[in-house]
Structure formats: structure tokens, C-alpha cells
């Protein structure tokens, strides 16, 4: 969760304001006024981009000081901005989404988050909606840097990352009724700077 991390981190404003290649790569995906819920926005790069693209955004992040930041920078009436813990918000309602979407979070929480987090996700789609995945993978390079606080879980750069297996999470969503419609563990997803690590891409359909 590391909030005091992320919060000085989004008040520096450093963070690329640019979308992903994820976000970008999925709008293939996605139809005009439908219903997306992100978990952990950040600065709302990607929020934002869907929104600009037509998509009604609610965007969740714990981290205050963004959320405050994007609330008084951003005005677009497809999109809203909540300062709340995703696995403990109440928004993630019966099927309330179309699409919910998570880039590099799922790797900020702990494993017993993420199976409470997965099965109210995907209680708050409705029926086919898609639940988009992007996370780090146990093949990245920075796997097993700094001090070990868990099973694949690690302390570096002042924040803690649970690679993920990808097999492990895919068998996961399909146990609780998603349709796998693509999974893939590759390079050149997510380029940043010099660094360009394995990444998981999974997306489950309800
Ligand atoms: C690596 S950043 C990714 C931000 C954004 N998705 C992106 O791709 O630019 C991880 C984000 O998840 C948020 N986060 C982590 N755990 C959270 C939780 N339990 N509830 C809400 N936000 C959380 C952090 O505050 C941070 O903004």
C-alpha cells in the first residue's frame, strides 16, 4: 500500500503524464459511455486518457494528495476522482462496471488483498464486462533487489512489490468464472527510461 510513499511521490508531480501502452493497447476494447472503474489512478494519466476517449472514469487511489491535485486540475464531466483503498471501498458494487481496469497495482498488495480484491471486482461487473490487468511479473529484472518481506515480495526503492506468476493469477480469475481473453508475459510493455521489464497482461471477461 505504502501510502506515505505514493503520496510524496504524486505531489512531486514527476510521474509521465503521458498514457500507458497498456491504456493505449486496450482501447480496442472499449465502446463510448460505458462504465470503467480504476484502481489505483496515480496522477490519472490513464483516467483521464479513457475519458478523453469517451469512457464514463471513476478513478480510486489512496493517495490523497493526487486525488486532491487531479480534483482541482482536471475538469471533465465523463470522469470522477475518490481518495479511497481500493480493496476496502465501498464502490465496487454489484455489477455497477463495464470495465474495470488495474495497471501496476495488484503487485502493491498483499495476497490475501488480492483474492478479496479479485472476486469484489468481479462481483462490481456486470455481465461480460472485462477486468484489465497489467502487473509485474517474478520475471522482471529487479526481482529479488532489496529485502525480502514475503513470498516474491521485496523492499526496494522505499516500496514494496509482490511480482506476481502469471499462471497463478490467471488460474485464479478463471475459479471464479472469468473468461481468459488474453494473457501474456512479454518485454516492451512498459518502457520507462532505460528500463524495460517483463510485464504480465491478462484480461478476464465476466
Ligand atoms: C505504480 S502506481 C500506478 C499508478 C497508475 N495506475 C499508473 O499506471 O500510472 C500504484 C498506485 O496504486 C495505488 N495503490 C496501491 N495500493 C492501493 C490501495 N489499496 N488502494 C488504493 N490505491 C492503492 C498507489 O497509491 C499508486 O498510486
Not at 101 to 117: C, K, M, P
Not at 190 to 201: F, G, M, S
Amino acid at each position: 500500500m505504502d501510502y506515505q510513499y505514493w503520496n510524496d511521490y504524486y505531489t512531486k508531480e514527476l510521474a509521465p503524464k503521458k498514457p500507458s501502452q497498456f491504456a493505449i493497447d486496450i482501447m480496442k476494447y472499449l465502446e463510448k459511455d460505458k462504465k470503467m472503474v480504476e484502481l489505483g489512478c496515480g496522477n490519472g494519466r490513464d483516467s483521464i486518457f479513457f475519458s478523453e476517449n469517451g469512457i464514463n472514469v471513476l478513478a480510486i487511489d489512496q493517495s490523497d494528495k493526487s486525488i486532491d491535485l487531479l480534483k482541482s486540475s482536471c475538469k471533465n464531466d465523463k470522469i470522477e476522482f475518490i481518495a479511497d483503498d481500493f480493496i476496502r471501498t465501498s464502490i465496487l458494487n454489484n455489477e455497477t462496471f463495464d470495465y474495470v481496469y488495474s495497471r501496476f497495482t495488484i503487485h502493491s498488495i498483499l495476497e490475501e488483498e488480492e483474492d478479496i480484491l479479485i472476486k469484489k471486482v468481479y462481483n462490481s461487473l456486470k455481465p461480460k464486462g472485462l477486468f484489465f490487468i497489467e502487473v509485474r511479473s517474478i520475471k522482471d529484472d529487479i526481482y529479488g533487489l532489496g529485502l525480502k518481506v514475503g513470498r516474491n515480495t521485496y523492499i526496494y526503492n522505499e516500496h514494496r512489490r509482490r511480482f506476481i506468476v502469471m499462471e497463478e493469477l490467471v488460474e485464479k480469475l478463471k475459479s471464479l468464472g472469468f473468461n481468459i481473453v488474453f494473457e501474456k508475459e512479454s518485454d516492451n510493455y512498459a518502457v520507462y527510461k532505460d528500463q524495460n521489464p517483463i510485464i504480465i497482461r491478462v484480461i478476464g471477461r465476466k
